[in-house]
């Protein structure tokens, strides 16, 4: 752990931005996350702060409101915090959320015993929610994101409250995860209506004393645009010829197409970029990824963009041009709150250090010793030279095992 933390210093002064992560510690649940996460660690993947995210319950509640729109949260709201949030990006939560995807869990419990849940799950499916359980006090959803079931769970009890029916939903990644909120949600406040949820690390509360009835807005969309350019297609073409680059790319679009239900824009065949409209930031996040790896296996480099507009995401990308090392690499640079974040793929020669480094941890501490004690040694007794043979030796050590 501290030659990682060590490590990670020495690339953020290196980088001149701050390292959060190398790799993940994410536990795979199944060969395809076992795959995915195996290639994080394999290829050193790092995450990168390039502006640091202002984490705070007065910004997560302002961000809510613009992300589920002002016209579907009731005046009469009470916002509250139940945990704080990390005050940083976590990598192992947001690496979660690419890899498990942006659907969630939605459960509701009615507590009056009143005969309401058929009347839920019509308009659950008008939400283009999925029934999973149902009980006659209970339902358990499925919701394309977690503002999607957030915006559900206001509707159903602003209908319910004009019948004088207290519900309680919550949000969460599992259907035990969203149980599980609403009972602790229970232990805070009682029975009085609310929906519960996590961000940013932090679970909140949007909790209505009153009654209300809910307006019939519509859900916010947001573009998720993903812009894409290859690096020195130029040299990349003189060396694998400009056939090798098309098919590339042509992967990429047709990945992005069929996979990632992606709408392409502005790509030509022949082009060394493109720009796709994707569904969430989530899936832009890991097509991005995915296209990356596909990218570096056939000896090609990318930098990419996320954002909300198509000039957001290319100037997310053109940053990507100062984020190195010795060489350019491949960068992949997005928003998270109102922070700017990145992956970086290292390239091979960078791998091979940092692997050397984690896996040869203990031979790393004993040359460290053995040179300190050796320097040490040899300047009290006068003899300088003894310290530059023990660094010499140190080198010969490294270069022939």
């Not at 501290?2 to 953020?12: D, F, N, R």
């Amino acid at each position: 752990m501290l030659t990682e933390y060590i490590l990670q210093a020495i690339l953020g002064l290196l980088l001149k931005k701050k390292v959060l992560g190398i790799g993940t510690r994410y536990s795979p649940n199944n060969a395809k996350e076992r795959e995915y996460v195996d290639m994080i660690n394999y290829t050193k993947t790092m995450l990168l702060e390039i502006k640091k995210a202002d984490i705070n319950t007065h910004n997560i509640f302002d961000n809510l409101i613009k992300e589920l729109g002002s016209e579907n949260i009731p005046q009469n709201r009470k916002f509250i915090e139940l945990k704080p949030p990390l005050e940083r990006v976590d990598e192992y939560a947001l690496f979660t959320n690419i890899i498990i995807g942006s659907d969630r869990y939605l459960y509701l419990e009615v507590f009056n015993g009143v005969k309401i849940i058929d009347d839920f799950i019509k308009l659950l499916k008008k939400e283009k929610g999925e029934i999973i359980e149902k009980s006659p006090t209970e339902i358990l959803a499925r919701l394309p994101s977690k503002n999607d079931a957030i915006r559900a769970g206001i509707k159903l009890i602003g209908s319910a409250s004009a019948q004088k029916i207290n519900v309680r939903a919550a949000v969460g990644m599992t259907g035990a995860a969203a149980i599980e909120r609403s009972i602790k949600l229970n232990e805070e406040i009682g029975e009085i209506p609310g929906v519960g949820f996590t961000k940013l690390g932090g679970e909140f509360a949007l909790i209505f004393p009153t009654p209300f009835t809910p307006k019939e807005g519509e859900p916010v969309t947001h573009d998720n645009y993903l812009f894409i350019d290859v690096i020195n297609s130029t040299s990349f073409i003189q060396e694998h010829g400009k056939g090798a680059l098309v098919e590339i790319m042509n992967d990429i679009k047709t990945y992005i197409e069929k996979e990632c239900k992606g709408k392409i824009e502005g790509y030509k065949e022949g082009g060394d970029d493109l720009i796709a409209n994707l569904p969430s930031k989530d899936m832009a996040l890991k097509a991005t990824i995915d296209v990356a790896w596909h990218a570096l296996a056939n000896d090609a480099k990318i930098r990419a963009g996320i954002g909300k507009t198509r000039r957001e995401a290319a100037e997310r990308a053109h940053l990507a041009d100062h984020i190195k090392l010795w060489n350019p690499a491949t960068v992949i640079i997005f928003d998270v709150a109102n922070g700017l974040y990145a992956y970086f793929i290292p390239n091979l020669f960078t791998r091979a250090i940092i692997d050397y480094l984690f896996n040869k941890k203990s031979s790393i501490i004993i040359i460290f010793i053995f040179v300190f004690i050796a320097t040490f040694i040899g300047w009290n007794l006068g003899y300088w030279q003894l310290g530059l043979l023990a660094i010499l030796l140190a080198i010969l050590y490294g270069a022939t095992t």
